[in-house]
């Protein structure tokens, strides 16, 4: 991530001159946005020092701001933050016979950079990666010991990718497919759709 980011700060730092550069002829996925996304995810968890993975599926929504510049009326460079909501708990026995162990995921939160082609400024084909953090609330209920429920801040890599294209000068529609690692012990897959209004 770090030489990923390190590769793509230039660019952004050269976002202004080149979009002042356009005098008028910007592109129409460029500049700051505001989006919103409806996903589906897959959450896989397990316990520490278990290899027993549970994966469930739910529904939820992220809203996003950003910045993007297309240089040369082809490379897309982009820079997003966001914040969401949703997924469904995982529930699986636990260690001990008679317990279970539950992770209900909450409110999320992301900070991710862009980099892909778009070729005359209205399509663009890109990948996405940088960081995501994830409120839990984690439980182990029903064991004769060992039982907690506590609040926990998971945080991990996020990467993935995606397609966008203008629909007018001021909307652009996009899915993606994003992958985030918080842990070994906790995964989340979302394909996601959304659209977002430019200035």
């Not at 899915?175 to 897959?189: P, Y």
Request: net charge positive; glycine share 14%; hydrophobic share 40%.
């Amino acid at each position: 991530m770090k030489k990923l980011l390190a590769a793509i700060s230039p660019l952004l730092l050269l976002a202004p001159v080149a979009a002042h550069a356009e005098d008028g002829d910007k592109a129409a996925l460029e500049g700051f946005h505001l989006g919103i996304d409806g996903f589906r995810d897959s959450l896989e968890a397990n316990q520490p020092t278990s290899t027993r993975d549970v994966s469930r599926k739910g529904y939820g929504g992220r809203v996003n701001a950003g910045y993007d510049v297309v240089l040369g009326n082809i490379i897309l460079v982009g820079a997003e933050i966001g914040a969401g909501i949703g997924g469904k708990t995982v529930d699986q026995p636990s260690l001990l016979a008679g317990g279970r162990y539950k992770v209900d995921p909450g409110l999320s939160y992301d900070a991710t950079a862009r980099l892909g082609i778009a070729p005359g400024g209205k399509f663009a084909i890109y990948g996405r990666a940088g960081y995501r953090w994830l409120r839990t609330q984690q439980s182990v209920t029903g064991q004769a010991t060992g039982n907690f429920n506590r609040k926990e801040t998971e945080r991990g890599f996020t990467y993935g990718g995606g397609v966008e294209f203008a629909a007018t000068e001021s909307l652009s529609l996009r899915a993606e497919f994003n992958r985030t690692k918080f842990s070994d012990n906790l995964r989340q897959n979302k394909i996601s759709l959304g659209a977002a209004i430019r200035f």
